[in-house]
């Protein structure tokens, strides 16, 4: 059974850094690429970045580019996003999500975790 | 960046009702259009992919169709635990984007 479970979320300031993981497991982690999707609570869903399987291929959403870091550890079936420069924008649910296809990178998701809340306040 | 123009952006329909959500793309997407069910409280669910592919478990009455940058996603006979939140999404090109959402209700 495939699993993602997100932990880091919390309270931070603005301007403060977070890190969130993603715990893999159920599916051989290192096949395919990942994504972190992210929900401000009541509203639509929003790309933030994503990982190929290798590493080689990754992006961000023109929001958060230059401040949040995506990257995985194939070894711990892990995938990560460094957060810093955070603002009160950010304030959402962040989703980890597989991938659909083995090798593939673009956004198409066939599992995803059960979300962690980032709250950035004063 | 594509953006997804989905309608509308909530319905309120009868049970075994059949349901129409439309979402138009502003640039040609090579059909990579995927739909998604988000019950509250819940992640999304992926229902429909390469805009007419159905996702393995998820029931007949689901379906999606159209091309280019125009598609349709429909529930034959609407049920009560179809009651939820319905994203549209492009995989074409990054930045991949979503549809604003449609919310179903039962009437």
């Known amino acids: 059974e495939v699993q993602l479970v997100e932990s880091g979320g919390g309270l931070v300031q603005p301007g403060r850094s977070l890190r969130l993981s993603c715990a893999a497991s159920?599916?051989?982690?290192?096949?395919?690429?990942m994504h972190w999707v992210r929900q401000v609570p009541g509203k639509g869903l929003e790309w933030v970045s994503g990982?190929?399987?290798?590493?080689?291929?990754?992006g961000y959403a023109d929001s958060v580019k230059g401040r949040f870091t995506i990257s995985r550890d194939n070894a711990k079936n892990s995938l990560y996003m460094q957060m810093n420069s955070l603002r009160p924008e950010d304030t959402a649910f962040y989703y980890c999500?597989?991938?659909?296809?083995?090798?593939?990178?673009?956004?198409?998701?066939?599992?995803w975790g059960q979300g962690t809340l980032v709250t950035v306040s004063s | 960046d594509i953006q997804m123009t989905q309608s509308p952006s909530s319905l309120s329909a009868s049970v075994g009702d059949r349901v129409t959500i439309t979402c138009q793309a502003s640039?040609?997407?090579?059909?990579?259009l995927n739909w998604y069910q988000q019950k509250p409280g819940k992640a999304p669910k992926l229902l429909i992919y390469?805009?007419?592919d159905l996702e393995t478990g998820v029931p007949s009455r689901f379906s999606g169709s159209g091309s280019g940058t125009d598609f349709t996603f429909t529930i034959t006979s609407l049920q009560p635990e179809d009651i939820a939140t319905y994203y549209c999404?492009?995989?074409?090109?990054?930045?991949?984007?979503f549809g604003q959402g449609t919310k179903v209700e039962i009437k």
């Open positions: 999500a597989k991938v659909k296809r083995s090798g593939w990178y673009s956004l198409l998701v066939d599992y």
């Open positions: 159920g599916f051989t982690f290192d096949d395919y690429g």
């Open positions: 990982i190929s399987w290798n590493s080689c291929d990754i």
């Open positions: 640039q040609d997407i090579n059909n990579y």
């Open positions: 390469d805009a007419s």
């Open positions: 999404q492009q995989s074409d090109n990054l930045p991949w984007t």
